[in-house]
């Protein structure tokens, strides 16, 4: 059972890194998409009163095939965008046996920032994945699901990640 106290939510504005990488995974016919956004925040040093500006970089992961098109398709180093997801940390083993760990926020919705010419106002989200891949429409989901690869992890418990993912009927409202 969930508990109703906690809730995992990211909501970051940045600017991509570089273009999206996107991986086919043979085994389950689907791909997802991987890139890095930078945030930027001014930092006050309060000694000599000067900002200073830090940059932070989140790796980003897209596993909805509709997002992963529209990244691919869209996405370019530079561009201004928010994304919303979740946080995931995993650990994998890479090539030489070593124990990695990894934490990424998985996008179930991006949107396009900044001017008209550059795209401005075009999103996508997993709530348009209702209609087209059925409830759900994402990793775990019949049909939409995906085998991780090595040093991957499904999503825990073969949960899948539920901001706006959602089609569910009235009877799924608990009051």
Known sequence: MRDINSLNKVILV???????????????????????????????????????????????????????????????????????????????????????????????????LGKREEGSAMTTDTTDLDKVYGRGGGPGAPGGGRSPEAGEEEFPSGDEPVGGAGGGTDDDIPF
């Open 14 to 112: 940045g600017r991509l890194g570089q273009k999206p990488e996107i991986r086919s995974h043979p085994q389950s016919g689907s791909s997802s998409a991987s890139f890095s956004l930078a945030t930027n925040e001014r930092v006050m040093n309060r000694q000599t009163q000067q900002q200073t500006e830090r940059t932070e970089w989140h790796k980003i992961k897209v596993w909805y095939p509709r997002l992963v098109e529209f990244a691919d398709k869209y996405l370019e180093k530079g561009k201004l965008i928010l994304i919303e997801g979740s946080i995931r940390s995993r650990d994998y083993q890479d090539r030489d046996g070593n124990k990695k760990y990894i934490t990424e926020v998985v996008a179930d919705k991006i949107v396009l």
